[in-house]
């Protein structure tokens, strides 16, 4: 690491589309090929390999896979999650994220559009297209689909889903059973008329501290939302636009802008 050689090479046969998780004594990454990879952390030798149904509609960019009690989850292009036994790579079981919006081109796009995130023995993921799940964390059962899509990963909390929406909303979600709690509407377009829309704004997160919900969006703003109600508490600025979602650590928020310069608030 000091000298950043290359300590090993793995051929995936395929891009790797999302960034790997590392686990243990293991290291997890999706193919563009719809396939799953376990492999050794210390020589990049094959552990044990997953694969899911084709697709041909998917984007390059899985998320990447995430580990709980001794499973490993990948999500595919196919619209697929599959849980599997992190030793071995045995199969456990079987969910996904299927369904759109009727008559919007990305309901055709199946892909797990953020990482799967896993509270309380619960896994939710969502599409683009216009839906969310929880399922069971041990035995893939379904808890509940809400008709509601997002566009990066989902925040559980405190009973709550938060989420950017697949309709340019952020939205709060009952943890039980997927309703609707509230929904504020963010900025869509540069400028929007009826014959003409420009460039679409981009809304990263959303992420929670010092007891706000905060959204990082290419507009050029840091918004900060009360979670109870979903009102617009705060505006801070981003020069040139954020193009990642917030990451707070040791009292920090940090964001990457458009320009790819790493900006920290306080």
Not at 24 to 32: H, N, S
Not at 53 to 64: F, H, K, Y
Not at 77 to 86: D, H, K, L
Not at 142 to 151: D, S
Request: hydrophobic letters at 40%; proline letters at 5%.
């Amino acid at each position: 690491m000091a000298a950043g050689a290359i300590v090993w090479t793995q051929d995936l046969t395929a891009p790797a589309s999302g960034r790997p998780t590392v686990f243990g004594d293991l290291v997890y990454v999706v193919a563009g090929d719809d396939t799953g990879w376990a492999l050794d952390k210390a020589t990049g030798r094959i552990a044990w390999q997953v694969s899911s149904s084709e697709s041909r509609t998917n984007v390059l960019g899985a998320p990447a896979p995430v580990v709980a009690d001794g499973l490993t989850v990948f999500a595919f292009g196919s619209g697929e999650m599959q849980a599997v036994f992190s030793q071995g790579g045995l199969r456990r079981w079987d969910a996904s994220v299927l369904g759109g919006r009727t008559g919007r081109a990305l309901s055709r796009i199946d892909d797990v559009t953020g990482r799967p995130v896993v509270a309380d023995g619960v896994i939710y993921a969502a599409n683009q297209a216009g839906r969310t799940i929880a399922v069971n964390a041990g035995s893939g059962a379904r808890v509940w689909t809400a008709p509601e899509g997002a566009f990066g990963t989902v925040l559980p909390v405190a009973g709550s889903v938060f989420l950017v929406s697949d309709r340019n909303e952020l939205l709060r979600l009952n943890a039980e059973d997927g309703s609707r709690v509230w929904g504020t509407e963010l900025p869509n377009f540069v400028q929007d008329r009826p014959t003409r829309r420009y460039e679409i704004f981009a809304h990263h997160g959303p992420v929670l501290a010092g007891g706000r919900l905060l959204v990082a969006s290419s507009d050029g703003n840091l918004r900060s939302y009360d979670p109870s109600t979903g009102a617009l508490t705060g505006l801070t600025d981003i020069p040139a636009g954020a193009t990642t979602a917030p990451v707070v650590a040791g009292q920090t928020l940090y964001v990457v802008n458009r320009k790819g310069v790493l900006i920290a608030y306080r």
